[in-house]
């Protein structure tokens, strides 16, 4: 007995172990009987990275992961070059306009001229550190910006848009804090299909901090609940980015530079309507997307549709995922030290930066209810060299068109960003600061806009007068993310309201709002004669049938 | 001796198993976030204890505290909230623990691992409770 026990405490483990060694030529001898077990596949590529011989080499800089991608993917670098992510530049067919980030001025960090270093973390290339970037160049493509799925690719303001590899890098310079380096070999053999997490690296931060600009993108989309967006919901249908931004040859539709204001298509259907922009509602929706059990409610729901952005109700805040969004910022009262003569911040009771020597003050707001406009998808831009006015009302940084009879606008919620920029009050132009930087003719270290204006409107060969003075700008950013289910949309008494959301809205008709003290009375007399009138028949009716039986 | 050779193919076959499963299987940090955000941030909310942040530990204090496996001052596992019996019975009313109600308890351990590791303090990618 002692015997077996022993046998069975010493040998047994022993097979535990010889059956983890045998395991792999059992498994392959295995292929070769009638019903092979399946093997273990991944499921979301058709492609395991890790096994690519061109990515078992350790990689030093991106531009050599890049070169390793384009051995297989040999077409993708042209095809980046032909979007906006990369060329950074649009050219709006309607109006002419050149945009994109390489040439609009915003109300946040102004505009790219000479902060190159900084804006372009951002850019899904490497090495964008001045004017000169060569925009042909195939390895510097950043393929990893996109489709690493580690999480743990960075590459952070101020490093053009390299991430920090080898060793740890100080940033800023002096600062203190260090940036951990990217292990870009893990990275490259991990790489996958784009996720939020991606996009968000980007599209969450932009303005220069999480959920700054947007106001409807932030990283609380990076795995949001339902209440924040239904489609988006980790835990439910689990949209990412590209479910809507359907990319196609890496280029991803849906730009605010030309946004469909109204869709007249209807849902998308495949092999039909390639022009479509598949980031639409209506793309997936339709134009009459409310089903109701109750006929009357369908048809009252639906007809808003004609006149309304679905946003309007399906979105009833912005900045509702606990992430505060820059409702102005106001460049002016910047320059202010402490009173130790150092820059100072200052912060609001929530801990949010209202004021920072280098920036000015700001004001936060997050769960903001949208202000609301006719649009019809023209958007015009102030760009460099526009003509500008100083007066009582802020200068549109873009212009947005509609009207409520043009037949092409709807209503539209927006995210209002208003500020108060620094410009050029001789020649009556915006200007494009070199803020961002160490050195010293960047804003932020010298602060000297004089300085910081000549160096910035230099290096895009625009004129400055030396004269600084600053002027109220306002900017629109439709509001088209964190879609709340359905139980949580606007309620009608929200707008149909005296206090209504679409208060001083022209062009339309709201009941509960419109109200017209006369119209109201007339009506309710004519709703009351009517029922003393079925009162009375039926009186009357009744009477007759009565006396008739008696 | 009829027992010996059954009790020897399987432990064969759990060795050869339990290989495959340790060999194969990399965490996935996106689900531990859902799960850690949907299940233990949500929970710790509920009862009215403050959440703990991913980056409110190290990546050492992180690995100990999983390895040590003791939840709540040690009253319980950290790895039974993790498991399919304890999914299985809040499934109803919350969403992460119905969508992955199926996950090997070992795969969603690791993920939860990956997740807390990467976030962490000094991780990859610092993370917040939301």
Not at chain 1, 28 to 33: E, I, L, P, S, Y
Not at chain 1, 205 to 217: F, I, L, P, S, T
Not at chain 1, 537 to 549: E, M, P, Y
Not at chain 2, 19 to 44: F, I, L, N, P, S
């Amino acid at each position: 007995m002692n015997t077996q026990r022993f046998r069975r405490r010493t040998f047994l483990p022993l097979f535990f172990i010889l059956g983890a060694i045998l395991q792999v030529p059992a498994t392959a001898g295995a292929a070769t009987t009638e019903a092979p077990p399946a093997k273990s596949v991944k499921m979301n590529s058709t492609a395991d990275h890790t096994k690519y011989e061109e990515l078992q080499q350790p990689f030093a800089s991106g531009p050599e992961v890049t070169k390793a991608c384009l051995k297989c993917h040999t077409e993708a670098a042209g095809q980046i070059h032909r979007t906006k992510h990369w060329t950074w530049e649009f050219l709006n067919p309607e109006n002419g306009q050149r945009l994109g980030k390489k040439n609009v001025l915003n109300n946040f960090c102004i505009a790219i001229s000479q902060n190159y270093s900084f804006c372009t973390g951002c850019h899904i290339g490497y090495g964008w550190k001045d004017k000169d970037f060569d925009f042909t160049s195939e390895v510097n493509v950043d393929c990893l910006a996109c489709h690493d799925t580690t999480g743990s690719y960075r590459k952070p303001a101020g490093n053009a848009g390299n991430p920090v590899v080898g060793e740890p890098m100080e940033m800023p310079p002096g600062s203190g804090k260090m940036v951990k380096p990217v292990d870009l070999t893990k990275v490259a053999r991990k790489v996958g299909k784009t996720s939020r997490d991606n996009c968000g690296n980007c599209h969450f931060y932009g303005g220069g901090g999480d959920g700054v600009k947007h106001g409807d993108m932030d990283s609380s989309l990076a795995a949001p609940d339902r209440e924040l967006d239904v489609h988006m919901d980790a835990t439910g249908l689990d949209f990412t980015c590209g479910t809507c931004h359907k990319t196609s040859s890496h280029d991803v539709p849906g730009s605010r530079y030309m946004p469909t204001a109204k869709e007249k298509h209807g849902a998308y259907i495949r092999g039909k309507g390639e022009k479509v922009n598949p980031a639409t509602c209506q793309a997936c929706h339709g134009n009459t997307p409310h089903k109701s059990p109750i006929l009357l409610k369908t048809a009252r729901m639906n007809t808003h549709a004609e006149k309304m952005a679905c946003q309007v109700c399906h979105i009833p805040a912005f900045a509702r995922g606990g992430v505060a969004t820059k409702m102005s910022w106001d460049w002016s009262t910047a320059g202010q030290k402490g009173a130790d003569g150092k820059h100072m911040v200052k912060k609001d009771a929530t801990g949010h930066v209202v004021y920072d020597t280098r920036k000015g003050d700001f004001v936060l707001g997050h769960d903001v209810v949208p202000e609301y406009r006719w649009f019809n998808g023209d958007i015009k831009y102030t760009l460099l060299g526009d003509k500008v006015e100083k007066s009582a009302n802020p200068t549109p940084i873009n212009r947005i068109d509609g009207s409520p009879d043009d037949g092409r606008s709807m209503i539209w919620p927006m995210k209002v960003m208003r500020g108060v920029q620094p410009f050029d009050p001789v020649n009556k132009t915006l200007v494009m600061p070199h803020v961002a930087g160490n050195d010293d003719l960047g804003y932020w270290k010298n602060l000297e806009w004089e300085k910081a204006i000549a160096d910035g409107m230099q290096n895009v060969n625009a004129p400055f007068s030396g004269k600084v003075d600053f002027i109220k700008t306002e900017m629109y950013w439709p509001i088209t993310h964190m879609v709340a289910p359905k139980e949580k949309v606007v309620a009608c008494a929200e707008c149909h309201a005296a206090d209504s959301r679409l208060k001083g809205l022209p062009g339309i008709y709201m009941p509960g709002y419109s109200a017209n003290g006369w119209l109201d009375i007339l009506g309710w007399l004519a709703a009351l004669t009517a029922l003393l009138g079925v009162l009375i028949h039926g009186a009357v009716r009744i009477t007759l049938s009565l006396r008739k039986a008696g | 001796m009829h027992l010996k050779f059954p009790m020897t193919l399987m432990a064969l076959m759990i060795g050869a198993t339990g290989m495959t499963t340790a060999q194969a299987y990399e965490g996935d940090w996106k689900r531990g976030r859902v799960y850690y955000r949907g299940v233990c941030t949500t929970c710790h909310t509920a009862q009215g204890s403050s959440p703990i942040s991913p980056n409110a530990r190290t990546m050492d204090e992180w690995s100990a505290y999983l390895k040590a496996d003791k939840h709540a001052g040690g009253k319980d596992t950290v790895s039974q909230y993790v498991g399919k019996a304890y999914r299985d019975s809040i499934k109803e009313s919350n969403k992460a623990a119905e969508k992955y109600a199926d996950v090997p308890d070992e795969e969603l351990m690791e993920d939860v691992r990956v997740f807390l590791l990467k976030g962490a303090k000094d991780g990859d990618s610092p993370a917040s409770c939301s």
